[in-house]
């Protein structure tokens, strides 16, 4: 199989609104690393894999790459039919990225604004462009290729954010591109925000994995192109692991994981010779959305809590944890007082993508996917799992996380239980 690869710069070179951390008017002020567009071209597919170093993208901006991949093939004789079940946008979910290329009004709903920062039409545009770019690229250098995966652990990286001690995914994967033409590309998979940078940081960046790019890409025994793909990192972050906030400490987090990847390079490379992607579509139902005063009166307590736990000289970890029940009651009040209302029962159908290379399989999940939830499918069926694919839906939390009362099950738009029923309707599917 023949396969092809390029990668543009995406890095606005103007102030821009910084996703990821509830800071209403977080604004970068320069640049630290560069931002990417990182695209492979599978041509027996044919099948994309775009990654953006970005939090993640919504529907109008998916629709807008479609769009302009449409027209491009109307415009260039020679440039192949690419359609949206062709394609898998991964985000590498950096907090430390470009927001401003979100719909809120038509593809995520406004009570994450502080999140993503109002939409600027510019910046849509340069991500569609610079993507577009990358895949014609790829497309005008394929060539026959070989590929060796495997799989291992890497540890001090991510644990579980809501509790050290809570068992987690430390799993990292790996596929080695060797192509015919000495070119050779890394796509590596681990499970963990990308949020060393704290939100204090106003200088744009993709975190680890850029700091890991730029130690693996273009130097003597590295690679041409490294691809960062991230997994069910809804529970996994360095709030227990990272010693400080600060780029040196990306530095840090990279070593460890090419030091995990070199453990890995081992074992014969293989013809590739079979790719597929398929996606299923799943229904899912979603949690009500409270009456504006019930959601004000537990955002008041919740706040109430928070002042009364730090008045305590409680540590570190029960503030954080305070914090997060914060931000997840205050989410829930946005959706009271901007979100329409919604029925009970109502339900969401979620486009869920199954990858085959060779002979492995790759669920690819549009959620942040919780890894307690993804390691019961790894287990049970032997599959990979990409996470934030194409259009991010929320997060997608256990039933632990519900009675715990977390961030991450507050701010969620589907119900107590759903986690849990997803991956058993996904199980059947792989």
């Known amino acids: ?66 769009q302009a991949l449409q027209e491009e093939k109307k415009a260039s004789a020679g440039f192949p039919a690419i359609e949206k079940k062709h394609i898998l946008v991964c985000a590498t979910h950096t907090h430390s990225g470009f927001g401003g290329i979100f719909d809120l009004d038509k593809g995520i709903n406004r009570e ?33 290729t070989t590929v060796r995966m495997n799989t291992g ?29 000495q070119k050779k590309i890394l796509l590596y998979n681990l499970c963990c ?7 204090e940081n106003r200088l744009l960046s993709a975190d680890f994995p850029g700091a890991a790019a730029e130690k693996l890409e273009g130097v003597p025994g590295g690679y041409d192109m490294v691809i960062f793909i991230n997994g069910s990192a809804g529970d996994m972050s360095t709030r227990f692991t990272r010693r400080e906030s600060s780029f040196e400490e990306c530095s840090r987090y990279a070593n460890l994981i090419i030091e995990a ?31 504006l005063n019930i959601a004000a009166d537990y955002l008041e307590k919740a706040e109430k809590n928070l002042a009364e736990i730090k008045n305590g000289n409680a540590d570190r970890s029960a503030i954080r944890k305070a914090e997060s029940i914060v931000e997840g009651a205050y989410i829930n009040y946005m959706k009271s007082r901007y979100a329409k209302s919604r029925k009970k029962n109502s339900s969401r159908t979620i486009e869920t993508g199954i990858l085959t290379i060779n002979a492995t399989t790759i669920v690819c999940s549009p959620f942040e996917l919780f890894s307690s939830l993804a390691l019961i499918l ?12 194409n259009c991010l839906e929320d997060y997608l939390s256990d039933c632990d996380a519900w009675d715990s009362q977390e961030y991450e099950a507050l701010s969620s738009d589907f119900l107590r239980g759903e986690g849990e029923r997803y991956i058993e309707l996904v199980s059947a599917l792989v």
Do not use: W
């Open 1 to 66: 199989m023949k396969l092809g690869f390029a990668k543009k710069d995406i890095t606005p070179d103007f102030p821009v609104p910084m996703a990821g951390y509830n800071k209403p008017g977080r604004i970068s002020q320069g640049v630290h690393d560069k931002l990417y567009a990182r695209a492979l071209f599978f041509e027996d597919g044919p099948i994309v894999l775009l990654q953006l170093d970005i939090l993640n993208v919504d529907r109008i901006c998916l629709n807008a790459l479609y």
């Open 112 to 144: 994450v604004i502080p999140l993503l920062g109002e939409t600027n039409p510019d910046l849509v545009a340069l991500i569609v462009k610079k993507s577009v770019e990358a895949i014609t690229e790829a497309i005008k250098n394929c060539t026959e």
């Open 153 to 181: 652990t890497i540890n001090g990286l991510g644990a579980n954010r809501r509790r050290a001690d809570i068992p987690c995914d430390n799993s990292l994967f790996i596929m080695e591109f060797s192509r015919h033409d």
């Open 193 to 199: 925000h990308p949020t060393v940078m704290n939100g």
């Open 261 to 291: 990847i070199n453990s890995l390079k081992k074992g014969e490379f293989l013809p590739l010779e079979k790719i597929e992607l398929h996606y299923h579509n799943i229904l899912l139902y979603m949690a009500e959305i409270p009456e």
């Open 378 to 389: 790894k287990e049970k069926k032997n599959v990979g799992c990409f996470g934030y694919i």
